[in-house]
T-cell receptor
Framework: EAQVTQNPRYLITVTGKKLTVTCSQN?????MSWYRQDPGLGLRQIYY???????DKGDVPEGYKVSRKEKRNFPLILESPSPNQTSLYFC????????????FGPGTRLTVT | GQNIDQPTEMTATEGAIVQINCTYQ??????LFWYQQHAGEAPTFLSY????GLEEKGRFSSFLSRSKGYSYLLLKELQMKDSASYLC????????????FGAGTQVVVTP
Protein backbone atom coordinates (compact mmCIF):
# COMPACT_ATOMS: atom_id res chain seq x y z
CA GLU A 1 0.00 0.00 0.00
CA ALA A 2 1.32 3.43 -1.00
CA GLN A 3 1.74 5.49 2.13
CA VAL A 4 3.65 7.98 4.23
CA THR A 5 4.43 6.78 7.74
CA GLN A 6 5.46 8.82 10.75
CA ASN A 7 6.79 7.74 14.12
CA PRO A 8 5.98 8.26 16.84
CA ARG A 9 2.31 9.20 16.50
CA TYR A 10 2.22 10.73 19.97
CA LEU A 11 5.05 12.07 22.08
CA ILE A 12 5.23 13.91 25.38
CA THR A 13 8.68 15.19 26.26
CA VAL A 14 10.42 17.80 28.38
CA THR A 15 12.12 21.02 27.40
CA GLY A 16 15.62 20.55 26.04
CA LYS A 17 15.52 16.80 25.44
CA LYS A 18 16.53 16.12 21.84
CA LEU A 19 14.05 14.16 19.76
CA THR A 20 13.59 12.88 16.22
CA VAL A 21 10.35 12.28 14.37
CA THR A 22 10.81 9.87 11.50
CA CYS A 23 9.04 10.05 8.15
CA SER A 24 9.18 7.44 5.43
CA GLN A 25 7.41 7.06 2.08
CA ASN A 26 7.23 4.08 -0.27
CA UNK A 27 6.11 5.88 -3.43
CA UNK A 28 9.57 6.80 -4.76
CA UNK A 29 8.69 10.49 -4.43
CA UNK A 30 11.43 13.04 -4.92
CA UNK A 31 9.77 15.76 -2.84
CA MET A 32 9.19 15.59 0.90
CA SER A 33 8.10 18.24 3.38
CA TRP A 34 7.37 18.85 7.05
CA TYR A 35 4.52 20.99 8.38
CA ARG A 36 3.21 21.97 11.76
CA GLN A 37 -0.46 22.66 12.36
CA ASP A 38 -1.71 24.88 15.15
CA PRO A 39 -5.28 26.07 15.84
CA GLY A 40 -6.12 29.21 13.90
CA LEU A 41 -2.83 29.18 12.01
CA GLY A 42 -3.34 26.37 9.57
CA LEU A 43 -0.47 24.37 8.11
CA ARG A 44 2.92 26.03 8.18
CA GLN A 45 5.85 24.59 6.28
CA ILE A 46 8.99 23.91 8.30
CA TYR A 47 11.41 22.42 5.77
CA TYR A 48 11.15 20.73 2.41
CA UNK A 49 13.38 18.64 0.20
CA UNK A 50 13.27 18.49 -3.57
CA UNK A 51 15.50 15.42 -3.67
CA UNK A 52 18.25 13.53 -1.82
CA UNK A 53 20.77 15.86 -0.15
CA UNK A 54 18.69 18.94 -1.10
CA UNK A 55 16.79 20.71 1.68
CA ASP A 56 15.32 24.21 1.97
CA LYS A 57 13.67 26.26 4.65
CA GLY A 58 9.95 26.78 4.78
CA ASP A 59 8.25 29.56 6.70
CA VAL A 60 9.01 28.37 10.24
CA PRO A 61 12.38 26.54 10.29
CA GLU A 62 13.72 27.95 13.57
CA GLY A 63 14.39 25.26 16.15
CA TYR A 64 14.23 22.39 13.65
CA LYS A 65 16.71 20.41 11.58
CA VAL A 66 16.19 17.94 8.75
CA SER A 67 18.29 15.66 6.62
CA ARG A 68 17.66 13.76 3.40
CA LYS A 69 20.24 11.05 3.07
CA GLU A 70 17.91 8.58 1.39
CA LYS A 71 15.03 9.18 -0.97
CA ARG A 72 12.44 7.46 1.21
CA ASN A 73 13.30 9.05 4.59
CA PHE A 74 13.07 12.63 5.84
CA PRO A 75 13.50 12.85 9.63
CA LEU A 76 12.65 15.98 11.61
CA ILE A 77 15.02 16.75 14.46
CA LEU A 78 14.34 19.01 17.43
CA GLU A 79 17.71 19.54 19.07
CA SER A 80 16.36 21.38 22.12
CA PRO A 81 12.56 21.33 22.13
CA SER A 82 10.66 24.16 23.78
CA PRO A 83 6.99 24.43 24.79
CA ASN A 84 6.21 26.62 21.75
CA GLN A 85 7.00 23.60 19.58
CA THR A 86 4.01 21.77 21.01
CA SER A 87 2.00 21.09 17.88
CA LEU A 88 0.64 18.56 15.39
CA TYR A 89 3.30 17.69 12.84
CA PHE A 90 2.68 16.31 9.36
CA CYS A 91 5.12 14.86 6.89
CA UNK A 92 4.17 14.82 3.20
CA UNK A 93 5.60 13.64 -0.10
CA UNK A 94 4.94 14.05 -3.81
CA UNK A 95 6.47 13.75 -7.23
CA UNK A 96 8.77 16.70 -7.89
CA UNK A 97 6.63 18.12 -10.69
CA UNK A 98 3.39 17.67 -8.73
CA UNK A 99 4.15 19.31 -5.38
CA UNK A 100 0.58 20.55 -5.31
CA UNK A 101 -0.58 16.93 -4.91
CA UNK A 102 1.05 15.89 -1.68
CA UNK A 103 0.40 12.71 0.26
CA PHE A 104 0.37 13.31 3.97
CA GLY A 105 1.35 11.04 6.82
CA PRO A 106 -1.04 10.48 9.74
CA GLY A 107 0.53 13.17 11.90
CA THR A 108 2.58 13.27 15.09
CA ARG A 109 1.15 15.04 18.11
CA LEU A 110 4.02 16.47 20.14
CA THR A 111 3.73 17.98 23.61
CA VAL A 112 6.73 19.70 25.16
CA THR A 113 6.41 20.45 28.88
CA GLY B 1 5.75 36.30 0.52
CA GLN B 2 2.13 35.32 0.39
CA ASN B 3 -0.91 36.30 2.42
CA ILE B 4 -3.88 33.95 2.15
CA ASP B 5 -7.35 34.70 3.49
CA GLN B 6 -10.36 32.43 3.73
CA PRO B 7 -13.41 32.47 6.00
CA THR B 8 -13.12 30.65 9.29
CA GLU B 9 -16.38 28.76 9.19
CA MET B 10 -19.40 28.15 6.97
CA THR B 11 -22.59 26.23 7.63
CA ALA B 12 -24.85 24.72 4.99
CA THR B 13 -27.64 22.20 4.69
CA GLU B 14 -27.32 18.73 3.22
CA GLY B 15 -28.02 18.82 -0.52
CA ALA B 16 -27.19 22.52 -0.82
CA ILE B 17 -24.24 24.30 -2.44
CA VAL B 18 -21.45 26.07 -0.58
CA GLN B 19 -18.78 28.35 -2.03
CA ILE B 20 -15.54 28.82 -0.09
CA ASN B 21 -13.61 31.91 -1.14
CA CYS B 22 -9.87 32.34 -0.94
CA THR B 23 -7.91 35.51 -1.66
CA TYR B 24 -4.16 35.67 -1.87
CA GLN B 25 -1.35 38.15 -2.30
CA UNK B 26 1.86 36.74 -3.68
CA UNK B 27 5.14 37.96 -5.08
CA UNK B 28 5.19 35.36 -7.84
CA UNK B 29 2.10 33.23 -8.21
CA UNK B 30 2.61 29.74 -9.63
CA UNK B 31 -0.51 27.83 -8.68
CA LEU B 32 -3.32 27.46 -6.16
CA PHE B 33 -4.65 24.28 -4.69
CA TRP B 34 -7.27 23.01 -2.28
CA TYR B 35 -7.08 20.30 0.35
CA GLN B 36 -9.74 18.69 2.51
CA GLN B 37 -9.05 17.76 6.10
CA HIS B 38 -11.48 15.82 8.25
CA ALA B 39 -11.16 16.24 12.00
CA GLY B 40 -8.30 14.20 13.39
CA GLU B 41 -7.05 13.19 9.96
CA ALA B 42 -4.40 14.25 7.48
CA PRO B 43 -5.17 16.63 4.62
CA THR B 44 -6.03 15.11 1.25
CA PHE B 45 -5.61 16.78 -2.14
CA LEU B 46 -8.72 18.07 -3.91
CA SER B 47 -7.79 20.33 -6.81
CA TYR B 48 -5.15 22.47 -8.51
CA UNK B 49 -5.51 25.64 -10.59
CA UNK B 50 -2.69 27.34 -12.44
CA UNK B 51 -4.67 29.06 -15.22
CA UNK B 52 -7.77 31.23 -14.96
CA GLY B 53 -11.09 29.46 -15.09
CA LEU B 54 -13.08 26.65 -13.62
CA GLU B 55 -11.86 23.12 -12.98
CA GLU B 56 -14.61 20.60 -12.30
CA LYS B 57 -14.20 17.29 -10.51
CA GLY B 58 -17.50 15.63 -9.79
CA ARG B 59 -19.33 17.49 -7.03
CA PHE B 60 -16.33 19.76 -6.42
CA SER B 61 -15.20 22.63 -8.64
CA SER B 62 -12.44 25.16 -8.19
CA PHE B 63 -12.16 28.56 -9.85
CA LEU B 64 -9.19 30.87 -10.24
CA SER B 65 -8.77 34.51 -11.25
CA ARG B 66 -5.09 35.42 -11.22
CA SER B 67 -5.72 39.11 -11.94
CA LYS B 68 -7.93 39.38 -8.86
CA GLY B 69 -5.88 37.07 -6.63
CA TYR B 70 -9.03 35.10 -5.99
CA SER B 71 -10.17 31.51 -5.97
CA TYR B 72 -13.19 29.62 -4.77
CA LEU B 73 -14.03 26.01 -4.08
CA LEU B 74 -17.60 25.05 -4.90
CA LEU B 75 -19.14 22.06 -3.19
CA LYS B 76 -22.41 20.90 -4.74
CA GLU B 77 -25.03 18.46 -3.47
CA LEU B 78 -23.56 18.62 -0.02
CA GLN B 79 -23.33 15.42 1.98
CA MET B 80 -22.74 14.98 5.69
CA LYS B 81 -19.31 13.53 4.93
CA ASP B 82 -18.32 16.89 3.40
CA SER B 83 -18.13 18.35 6.91
CA ALA B 84 -14.43 19.13 7.11
CA SER B 85 -11.85 21.88 6.97
CA TYR B 86 -10.92 23.10 3.49
CA LEU B 87 -7.43 24.50 3.05
CA CYS B 88 -6.42 26.90 0.31
CA UNK B 89 -2.70 26.99 -0.57
CA UNK B 90 -0.40 28.63 -3.07
CA UNK B 91 3.06 28.11 -4.46
CA UNK B 92 5.25 30.70 -6.09
CA UNK B 93 7.66 30.97 -8.98
CA UNK B 94 10.37 31.99 -6.51
CA UNK B 95 10.39 28.51 -5.05
CA UNK B 96 8.34 25.70 -6.51
CA UNK B 97 8.58 23.55 -3.42
CA UNK B 98 7.66 26.20 -0.89
CA UNK B 99 3.95 26.06 -0.09
CA UNK B 100 1.85 28.44 1.96
CA PHE B 101 -1.53 27.46 3.34
CA GLY B 102 -4.43 29.54 4.54
CA ALA B 103 -5.84 28.89 8.01
CA GLY B 104 -8.64 26.76 6.58
CA THR B 105 -12.44 27.04 6.38
CA GLN B 106 -14.47 24.73 8.59
CA VAL B 107 -17.59 23.62 6.70
CA VAL B 108 -20.41 22.25 8.82
CA VAL B 109 -23.12 20.36 6.97
CA THR B 110 -26.43 20.09 8.83
CA PRO B 111 -29.28 17.65 8.12
Amino acid sequence: EAQVTQNPRYLITVTGKKLTVTCSQNMNHEYMSWYRQDPGLGLRQIYYSMNVEVTDKGDVPEGYKVSRKEKRNFPLILESPSPNQTSLYFCASSLMDRVYEQYFGPGTRLTVT
Amino acid sequence: GQNIDQPTEMTATEGAIVQINCTYQTSGFNGLFWYQQHAGEAPTFLSYNVLDGLEEKGRFSSFLSRSKGYSYLLLKELQMKDSASYLCAVTSTDSWGKLQFGAGTQVVVTP
